[in-house]
Each structure stands twice: as C-alpha cells, then as structure tokens.
C-alpha cells in the first residue's frame, strides 16, 4: 500500500533503506549535525526488498516538491529507484550514467539532482584497509561476492585507478546468483575499455562461492557485497569455504548477523587474516552524501575526519 508523506517541518535528509531505525546513522546523525552547525533532521523512508516501481517514485517526487526536504542518501534500492524513478531528476553524476543507480538526493537551485557515491566511498574504504603498495607487492587478487552496484562501484573505482596508473589487483573475480546481473556487469565493463583482468562466475550457491576462494593468490581480499547478514541472514560462503592466507576479508556490512565475519575471525589466525567490517565504508559513504546533500565541506581524512569517526564510535557506544 502507499505510504503517506507529510511535509517536513525543518530542513530534513532522509534514508531510504530497508530497516533504518536499526542503523546507526539515526543516532550519528544528530551528533554530527551538531559538530558541523548543521540545523537539520534526519528520517527514515522504509521500503521492502524489489519493492514497486510507484513506491520508487512516490519517495523521490516528494522529496523532489517538498521544500525543507534537501535530500536523501539510497541504500539497497540504489539500483531499482534509479529505474523507477530516473526521469524525476532534473541531473545526474557521471557515475549515475555508467551505473544506473543513485545512492545520494539532493537540490541544487531547485533541481534535483543524482549521483551515484560507491565508486568513491568503497575506493575510500578500500585504500583504507590496504596498505600502500599492496596488490604489486603481494601479487593478490580480488574476490567480489555478489554482482550488484556496489560492487560494480568498486570496479569502476579500480578502473580508474588503473587508468591512472596507480597499485590495483592482478585479478578480480566477481560472482553472482544471477547470469543476468553478472552479464550486466560485463557489458558495463565493455563500454569501459576495463584493463585489469577480470572474471564473472555464476555462483547460485554458497558452495559455488567456496570454490572461487580455493582459487586465490595468497595477499587476496575477499569482499561480501552481497547485503548476506544485514538485509537477509546468513553468508555468501559454507563453514567449510577456506579463506586465502596473508589476505584480507571485508564486509560492506557493519550491522546485522554478519556471519561471513564470524567465518573470517573463525580462520584469522590459522590463515594470518586481516578481517574487517564496513564501519569505515559506513562513515564515507554518510559523509559524502551529507557533504553533497548540504552543500558543505568535509574533509576524506584528517582531523575533521577522525574527529567526525570519533564521534560516531563514541554515540553507538554510548547508546548501544
């Protein structure tokens, strides 16, 4: 059924997802509205997985024609908003164009406007987690566990990072349930001139996964970008599946059942394992789109940063 929307008393974001009141960000954002003198509120706009086009459309069109509402990130709907809704904003990023998702809303002069923020916040969080100099000196690959927009985000990142010469994986692998969304990837790809050598496997089970680990080169990371263990339970891999030694293993999650770490903490000692949740990814990702939504500069790294990272540690323990 249709949701109902009521204007916006004060300048409000929003965060569309699917379970938002268990976020975080509801307890961050306050805090850091307050570090950045910023007079605003944040709300959440549930939807169901794969939910209709008309819902789509109904949150961005309210957002688009309510003046104190300024903006929203996107999570999990990035990809099915964009095509519902697509024709509703008036300008759209570059990335927007290649990867037909947004993750961040918001106004310019009275337009609305898209762009698509993972290519930049995962290439954040990623050279974050590796060290300088990592891939060539390690000669590791990368493992992508699902075929959806962030991970389509994070090989554009690593395009063009190729292009401009800088340290990438000797390998990437990306596997998905779907044939259709791994050929979607790869047309995506083509249309890129994509360099760095890369592999799309059909992996309709965990198993599937598995094996696609037993293939990696010591000093390999491995990624679920699948929303296993944040917005359905379980893992994209078995107990069974073996973790490369010397490697890392990242989930874009930080909240939920996240059993794909307890396999990878299960393993940290016996294969040397770098284990690694998406806190860091979570604090990129909501300060880009804050930065865009209202018009305001915040630093990548830094003291503004590590001071902004140390608030949100601070609030979550706070109120855990």
Do not use: C
């Not at 009141?21 to 950045?36: H, N, Y």
């Not at 095509?83 to 759209?92: I, M, P, R, T």
């Not at 990306?174 to 990837?185: D, H, I, K, P, Q």
């Not at 990878?264 to 394992?273: S, V």
């Amino acid at each position: 059924m249709p949701r109902t929307y009521h204007a916006a008393a004060r300048p409000t974001m929003y965060f569309i997802g699917v379970t938002t009141t268990k976020s975080s960000i509801m307890k961050v954002f306050p805090a850091w509205a307050r570090e950045l003198n910023l007079d605003a509120v944040i709300e959440g706009i549930d939807l169901p997985l794969d939910d209709t086009p008309g819902h789509y459309r109904e949150a961005v069109d309210f957002i688009k024609h309510d003046p104190h509402s300024l903006g929203a990130l996107v999570t999990t709907h990035k990809l099915n908003l964009y095509k519902a809704a697509h024709d509703l904003f008036d300008g759209v990023g570059h990335e927007t164009e290649l990867l037909d998702e947004v993750s961040s809303i918001s106004k310019r002069g009275g337009q609305l406007w898209g762009h698509a923020m993972d290519p930049l916040t995962s290439g954040l969080a990623l050279e974050a987690i590796v060290s300088d100099g990592h891939w060539s000196r390690t000669g590791g690959e990368l493992l992508l566990l699902g075929a959806g927009g962030s991970s389509l985000a994070l090989t554009l990142y690593l395009h063009n990072r190729a292009a401009a010469g800088g340290d990438v994986p000797s390998r990437i692998v990306v596997t998905g349930r779907r044939e259709a969304r791994l050929r979607e990837m790869r047309t995506v790809h083509e249309r890129l001139g994509f360099t760095i050598p890369i592999e799309y496997q059909l992996a309709p089970q965990a198993g599937d996964n598995d094996a696609q680990l037993r293939t990696l080169a010591p000093g390999s990371v491995v990624v679920n970008a699948t929303g296993l263990g944040k917005d359905r339970p379980g893992s994209p891999l078995t107990d069974a599946a073996q973790f490369p030694r010397d490697g890392i293993a990242w989930d874009f999650n930080y909240r939920g059942d996240l059993v794909f770490l307890d396999q990878a903490r299960a393993q940290r000692e016996a294969r040397e394992l770098n284990v690694v949740d998406g806190w860091l990814y979570f604090i990129h990702g909501w300060t880009r789109v804050m930065a865009e939504v209202f018009h305001i500069d915040i630093p990548t790294h830094g003291p503004t940063f590590e001071r902004l990272s140390r608030i949100a540690r601070d609030v979550t323990k706070e109120t855990a």
